[in-house]
């Protein structure tokens, strides 16, 4: 079973927008940690931000925001004010405390039209 | 920090050749992982390592396999390589599991 789905393949914005990138994952585990990384056309993944199951506090840096909710199994992240330097893949990924590797998502595919 | 380094970035083989991906850990971190990105997908994990030793394998076949050097340094081996092993390798070190791991930019294989 797919641990972690994204279900948008693909998204285009024009510059300035908002968007938000949809994350739901999948775990019987009760610690767990989340994770988001940005790929851009380079290849290495960039890491954004860590989030244990214990810590539903949403999170903003900058432009960029997450919302954590256990009850629906979802980690999304915004991207307030889009711009074009912010169009990548985007991993939204899983890995459990007794394991010892990440689950990742098919990845979303931002485009920010200028 | 000088970040995880890989080497080649591009590598093109024939089907039932052997390849070695080499990986510079970033300084300071002791857990290795390797990474399978086909074209389109999300990274699937090979196997892990710490302190030299494997510390976890995921679904690919023994042919796949690995070493961790005292400074930490890391090698991917893959035998008898198959059309469908063509993909973006990605390494990645941590200083520990579960805390976040930095990527490098991969090793691009292409089987012919």
């Known amino acids: 079973a797919q641990k972690v789905t994204q279900a948008q393949t693909e998204i285009s914005v024009v510059e300035k927008e908002d968007v938000t990138l949809d994350c739901v994952y999948e775990?019987?585990?009760?610690?767990?940690?989340l994770f988001w990384y940005k790929q851009p056309p380079s290849g290495e993944l960039v890491f954004l931000i860590r989030r244990n199951s214990f810590d539903e506090q949403n999170e903003i840096s900058g432009r960029y925001s997450w919302n954590f909710q256990k009850s629906t199994s979802s980690f999304n992240f915004t991207i307030t004010a889009s711009q074009v330097v912010d169009s990548a893949v985007y991993f939204c990924a899983l890995s459990e405390e007794k394991g010892n590797q990440f689950y990742f998502g098919t990845g979303t595919s931002l485009t920010v039209i200028p | 920090e000088t970040g995880v380094t890989q080497s080649p970035t591009h590598l093109i083989k024939t089907r039932g050749q052997q390849v070695t991906l080499r990986c510079s850990s970033q300084?300071?971190?002791?857990?290795v992982s390797w990474y399978q990105q086909a074209l389109g997908q999300g990274p699937q994990f090979i196997f892990q390592?710490?302190?030299?030793?494997?510390?976890g394998r995921g679904n690919f076949p023994p042919r796949f396999s690995g070493l961790q050097f005292p400074n930490y340094s890391s090698e991917l081996n893959v035998n008898a390589l198959e059309l469908d092993d063509s993909a973006l390798y990605l390494c990645a070190s941590s200083p520990s599991h579960n805390y976040g791991y930095t990527f490098g930019s991969g090793t691009r294989l292409t089987v012919v």
């Open positions: 300084s300071g971190h002791n857990t």
């Open positions: 390592y710490y302190r030299e030793e494997e510390n």
């Open positions: 775990t019987r585990d009760t610690t767990y940690y």
